[in-house]
């Protein structure tokens, strides 16, 4: 199975590793990071965050940063069992 575009799977577990990787070494997934490990443009990455939101996987926090209010993304205990579900599959997919 080897063609040239992601399955939204792959995209999503990379995502929800983003965000825990990011919550595990105590700092904040803001879109930016979550863009550049998930290698996504602005609009999919929107189009995904949004989706996941929706879904109830992930939330968004606002918080301030000095003077600047910042976005960022946290993920939710549904979040984290999809994220486990997401990554059986994608093994278990690995050798198709």
Do not use: P
Request: with cysteine.
């Amino acid at each position: 199975m080897n063609n040239s575009y992601r399955n939204s799977n792959s995209i999503i577990l990379k995502i929800l590793e983003c965000i825990l990787k990011k919550k595990s070494s105590r700092g904040r997934a803001l879109k930016t990071h979550i863009m550049q490990y998930a290698n996504l443009k602005t609009t999919m990455a929107e189009k995904y965050l949004n989706s996941l939101e929706n879904a109830g996987y992930i939330k968004r926090v606002e918080d301030t940063w000095g003077k600047r209010t910042v976005i960022y993304y946290d993920i939710t205990e549904k979040g984290i069992e999809r994220y486990r579900w997401f990554s059986k599959i994608d093994t278990e997919l690995e050798g198709i």
